[in-house]
Each structure stands twice: as structure tokens, then as C-alpha cells.
């Protein structure tokens, strides 16, 4: 941690046990390995351990323990588990009434001071020891016992599905996680059951009788698995815990959020609590930065839309809006974009409620509006770092609104979102807002409306015939070839796999903004885009979609029954 290693410098420099030369060395050293200073300090012969631990007891007033000539009793090896002891460099020494006495080599470590203490229930008392004796001492303790089952058979978990295996799972950069604690290995592989099933949520609420865990696959929730509800307050806390969020907070919501890695690679995750009457609902967002760098070519869109949108984003200047409900992919498209302009000379800086994935080279503002940092106070203290490129999380009100406008005509581009239908109702809801029709026509160059929609799972993939009479009503020829997913184990017998992106583009063209200052309603706007622009609406998108036999009939008239 950075407070042990600020820490660490003051003191070998005040207690002179290293010259500054030497202390430089080690963390240009440190810096090449990437190891902590201390194993560097250590390994590299800067300094004796036992000079500084000596050293450290002094400075952090803590007491040294020479574990070399201590008899630990063996029976505390039931109090902390095997893995937690070895992650953390900490063996647990003695207990006396509700204080655990912990040999550690880094007591400063907080994260695990608190996952001992709400794992055990004791008050944990650090003292300080060699790391080579706490790792003999581990050794030695837990020798005795055996490995222990991944989920005891009184807190089973009801699961449909294999769970990927533990070892392939790492919380908080730790590459294992408390061996004997079915709490922390209930929360691992619920994670990991998550990402090997594709969810792009996982709620965990608390009922009555347990706690019913479900997923967000493809846009739907299905159930996933049961938990004793007995298990309810160790799994909220443990979550609470990686997500550094008060543990003894239970009445007030809660934000917070993690990382772990799995196969390979970071996955973040938002968490969001909230109190029921049955205890906290949990809502984890699964935010893979993977899916951000395959480009914008590689999230569904038509060519025709994907044109349109890179045209768009190649102006020096102006406002993109992009609409749709929450959970439409809006903020995966404007990350993507993003990562496309994210080049060295360009200044991009966002403001964000929540900052949701978080992108090298470019600065992030997450909203406090607690503190009086909202949307507006942002965007007015953004403008004066002279960006070149800003997103605005989503607009909500109209000095939100008309800053941002003002930007977009002062040279910066600006990107946002909105909830409306369509895309010509969000220039309507501009001006609804207050705002001048003049300084809208002006500063919007690009409205769009987004959706996702399910694509046919390809190993259950069958022929479909739809009534002529709905395939009519919706403008398709009859004699077309349609498809379905027929339900396999790889979709969970759902018959999609995946979803692919639909979008509306409305380019503004001179014609758009003269009607826009004349008043023009979001119908009119639309019916003239569509005649004489070509413009294609998110049902034509649709249709597009399901006449390739990428989705059902069934899902086109899902997702755009409202259009």
C-alpha cells in the first residue's frame, strides 16, 4: 500500500539506515520489478529484516514478536483460514477474551485488519514479525489440516450450473482467497458463475426464507441460485469489504465498487446497496474493459449507421446526443468512441454519475453532488482545463443542458445522453428544457436512438416461420427465410446468445435546423428525415436484422414496440 511505503522511506530516512543514494536505488529498482519496496529492500540486500522491523516497532509503536522461539496453539488455525493467513503475511499468536493477537509483516495494511476482523469476529491486535518466521509459522500451523470443501454442505449453494473453479478467480489483485470460509467462497464463485455465464448484472436479494441470487443475461433476469439466509449478513459484509464501503452502514444506501481478475483479465464491478424490508439488496454491474477496445466495428451496428457516426465524430466541434433506456448500450458506444479519439493530442476529460469504466489517457469526474459537485458545477470548472473532447454523463436539467450547448458552439465536441423514444425527440426535449431552438439548430450535428437486441444462439439456430399476417404488419416479405434459437445448454435454452446494437441516426442538415427554429415537433422532424435523408428508423433497423437471420421476429417486435 502507498501508506506503508511513504511510511517505510520517512522512516529509513530519519532513523538514517539508508543513505538518500541508496533509497533511490531501490525505487528505481522497485519501479523496473514492480515489487513492493520492502521484498526489494530486502531481497537486494539494502537492508537486515530484523534492522527493520526493529525500526518499524519504533516508528509504528508496536510491539515484536520473535515467532522463532513462540509454540502458536494450533487450535487458532480454526479462527483464520489458511489462505487468508497466507495472502495477507499474518498468523494469528494468541487470543485472549475478543482480542486476536496477529503477527504481521505489514500492519498498516487495512484491508487485511478488516477482512481478519469480519471474518473472525475479533478484535484484531497487530504485533510485528520477521516475514520468514510468519511464513514458517503458517506452515506450520495449518500442516494439520486438510483442505476443506469449497462450500460446506450446510451452506450449499442451489446452483443449476458448474461453477468455474476458484483458482481461476482473483479478488483485490490477491491470487487466493480464505481457503476454510465458505463466505468468501460463496461470493467467488458467484462471481465467476456470473462472468462465465456472460451477466452484465448480478442482483442478490434478500427474501424471507434465503437469498435469491439472479443474473442479467442478455438483457433478461433469470435466477441463478438460493442461499441460506443465515449466510445473508457474512455475504453483504464481505462484499461491503472488497468494495470499501462502511460495514456497519445498514440503513442508508450504498455505492461502492471493485475489481477482480478472471482468465486473464480485469473485470470491474459497481456495486449499489439498498435497505428492504427482508435486509440490503445487492446490485453488482459487471463492467468488462474488454469489450471496449474492440472497436465500434465490432458492436452490431449497420454500415450504413456506423458511416454516418464516424462521420459524425470527425467534426472538430459540436454535440453528439445519444438516447435510450438504461441498459441500451449508450454508454459502451460512447466509451468506444472514446477509445477512438484518445489520442495524445487531445485534451479529453468526462464528467460522470457514476465514472463507470475507467480509461488510461484520458480524466474522469465522477458527480458529488453531496458536496455540490453536480453535472453543471463540473462542466463549468471542465470548460476551464481547455478540453478539446467532453462527455457529459447525461443531461438532467437545463443549465446542464445549455452549458453544454454553449461548449459545443465555443469549439469543443461534446458528447451526452438522454432518455427519449427516438432521436428527434431529444432535439425537442433540448428546447423543452429552455434552451433557445436557434442555439440547438446550431450546436447539435448528430442525434441517435440505441437498443440491444438478442442475437439467435448459432448451435440451435432453425428455421422459423412467423404468421404471414404479423410479418405483413411489420413490412416483411412472407416468402423470406426467418430464424430461431431452439434452446441448448451453450443459451441456457433461451435461443440467444449475445446481443448486437440497432441505431437511429438523425444528421442535422440544414433543412432539420431551419424547422428546428421554426418549432418543428419531433414528429415532423422525423417523418422529413426519414423521407428525404434516408434515415432509418430503429424498427427498419430491426427488420434489417431479422431479414439477415441475426434475431427473431419475436425480438424485433420487443424491442421496438414502442416505436
Not at 98 to 112: E, G, H, K, Q, R
Request: glycine share 6%; with cysteine.
Amino acid at each position: 500500500m502507498a501508506l506503508f511505503k511513504e511510511k517505510l522511506i520517512e522512516l529509513l530516512i530519519k532513523q538514517k539506515i539508508l543513505s538518500k543514494e541508496r533509497l533511490q536505488e531501490a525505487i528505481e529498482i522497485q519501479r523496473k520489478k514492480g515489487l513492493p519496496l520492502r521484498e526489494v529492500l530486502l531481497k537486494e540486500g539494502f537492508v537486515e529484516e530484523s534492522k527493520l522491523i526493529s525500526a518499524l516497532s519504533e516508528s509504528l509503536y508496536l510491539p515484536t514478536l520473535n515467532l522463532s522461539h513462540y509454540r502458536i496453539d494450533r487450535s487458532l488455525a480454526d479462527i483464520v483460514p489458511e489462505r487468508l493467513a497466507s495472502q495477507y503475511t499474518a498468523v494469528p499468536v494468541s487470543r485472549i477474551g475478543d482480542t486476536l493477537t496477529v503477527a504481521m509483516f505489514d500492519p498498516l495494511n487495512i484491508f487485511a485488519l478488516d477482512d481478519l476482523r469480519i471474518i473472525t469476529g475479533y478484535r484484531i491486535d497487530p504485533v510485528l514479525a520477521l516475514e520468514k518466521d510468519i511464513l514458517h509459522a503458517i506452515q506450520n500451523v495449518y500442516s494439520h489440516k486438510k483442505e476443506e470443501s469449497v462450500v460446506t454442505q450446510e451452506e450449499s449453494v442451489e446452483s443449476p450450473s458448474t461453477v468455474l473453479g476458484e483458482d481461476t478467480l482473483e479478488l483485490d489483485n490477491s491470487k487466493e482467497q480464505g481457503d476454510a470460509v465458505p463466505v468468501v467462497k460463496i461470493v467467488n464463485l458467484m462471481l465467476a458463475e456470473a462472468l462465465k455465464r456472460r451477466a452484465s448484472d448480478i442482483h442478490v436479494e434478500p427474501q424471507e426464507n434465503n437469498l435469491r441470487v439472479r443474473f442479467r443475461i442478455d438483457g433478461e433476469l433469470i435466477d441463478a441460485f438460493t442461499i441460506p439466509k443465515k449466510s445473508e449478513n457474512a455475504i453483504t459484509a464481505r462484499i461491503k469489504i472488497i468494495s470499501g464501503l462502511d460495514i456497519t452502514e445498514a440503513r442508508l444506501p450504498q455505492d461502492g465498487r471493485f475489481k477482480i481478475k478472471f482468465l486473464n483479465k480485469e473485470v470491474d464491478f459497481r456495486v449499489s446497496l439498498l435497505p428492504t424490508s427482508f435486509g440490503q439488496t445487492l446490485v453488482l454491474r459487471v463492467l468488462d474493459r474488454a469489450s471496449l477496445v474492440v472497436g465500434l466495428d465490432s458492436l452490431g451496428f449497420s454500415p450504413g449507421s456506423l458511416a454516418l457516426l464516424k462521420e459524425a465524430i470527425a467534426r472538430p466541434y459540436g454535440m453528439i446526443v445519444v438516447t435510450g433506456p438504461t441498459g441500451s448500450g449508450k454508454s459502451t458506444s460512447l466509451y468506444s468512441v472514446l477509445s477512438l479519439l484518445n489520442t495524445p493530442e487531445r485534451n479529453i476529460i468526462t464528467i460522470e454519475d457514476p465514472v463507470e469504466y475507467q480509461l488510461e489517457g484520458i480524466s474522469q469526474i465522477p458527480v458529488k453532488s453531496d458536496i455540490g459537485m453536480n453535472f453543471a458545477a463540473g462542466l463549468r470548472s471542465i470548460l476551464r482545463q481547455s478540453p478539446d473532447v467532453i462527455l457529459i454523463g447525461e443531461i438532467r436539467d437545463s443549465e446542464t443542458a445549455d452549458i453544454a450547448i454553449k461548449a459545443a458552439l465555443t469549439g469543443q465536441f461534446v458528447m451526452s445522453t438522454l432518455h427519449t423514444n427516438n432521436a428527434a425527440q431529444a432535439i425537442t426535449r433540448l428546447i423543452d428544457m429552455g434552451l433557445e431552438p436557434f442555439l440547438v439548430a446550431s450546436s447539435v450535428i448528430m442525434s441517435s436512438a440505441q437498443r440491444l437486441m438478442r442475437v439467435i444462439c448459432s448451435r440451435c439456430k432453425k428455421p422459423d416461420n412467423p404468421p404471414n399476417a404479423l410479418l405483413l404488419n411489420l413490412g416483411l416479405n412472407p416468402d423470406l427465410q426467418f430464424f430461431r434459437g431452439e434452446g441448448c445448454p451453450s443459451c441456457a435454452h433461451t435461443g440467444y446468445y449475445g446481443r448486437q446494437a440497432i441505431l437511429e441516426i438523425l444528421m442535422i442538415d440544414d433543412i432539420i435546423r431551419e424547422m428546428v427554429v421554426k418549432g418543428a415537433t419531433s414528429e415532423q422532424i422525423q417523418e422529413y428525415a426519414v423521407r428525404n435523408s434516408g434515415m432509418k428508423t430503429l424498427r427498419q433497423e430491426a427488420l434489417l436484422k431479422a431479414e439477415k437471420g441475426i434475431t427473431t421476429v419475436d425480438e424485433v417486435v420487443r424491442v421496438t414496440a414502442a416505436q
